[in-house]
Nanobody, 114 residues
Framework: VQLVESGGGSVQAGGSMSLSCATS????????LSWYRQLPGKQRELVAEATISGRMNYARSVKGRFTISRDSAKTTVVLQMKDLKPEDTAVYYC?????????WGQGTEVTVSS
């Protein structure tokens, strides 16, 4: 099982950025897909999830600024981020759970400068 992330980089506060996570058609069709992030010195935290039933859930800190979506044509989950803040600086990971198996992408770094 692979989750391949792309996007990330550096942006100034108030800017926007988009992250993508590509996976296989089987995974995309069957499982929920999520984005987590790990801030420096902190534990990994859930940012947003896109369930197979169509529900989108967000962490309180990003609600209204981040949007998660599933692109079925590309079997990709996209995290669109706007009004970025320095506290959004983190390594962002794509995630899915296959039964008892937790799958992570390789992570992509997002740096927001003030």
């Amino acid at each position: 099982v692979q989750l391949v992330e792309s996007g990330g980089g550096s942006v100034q506060a108030g800017g926007s950025m988009s992250l993508s996570c590509a996976t296989s058609r089987d995974i995309f069709r069957i499982y929920d897909l999520s984005w987590y992030r790990q801030l420096p010195g902190k534990q990994r935290e859930l940012v947003a999830e896109a369930t197979i039933s169509g529900r989108m859930n967000y962490a309180r800190s990003v609600k209204g600024r981040f949007t998660i979506s599933r692109d079925s044509a590309k079997t990709t989950v996209v995290l669109q981020m706007k009004d970025l803040k320095p506290e959004d600086t983190a390594v962002y990971y794509c995630n899915t759970v296959l039964g008892f198996q937790i799958i992570w992408g390789q992570g992509t770094e997002v740096t927001v400068s003030s």
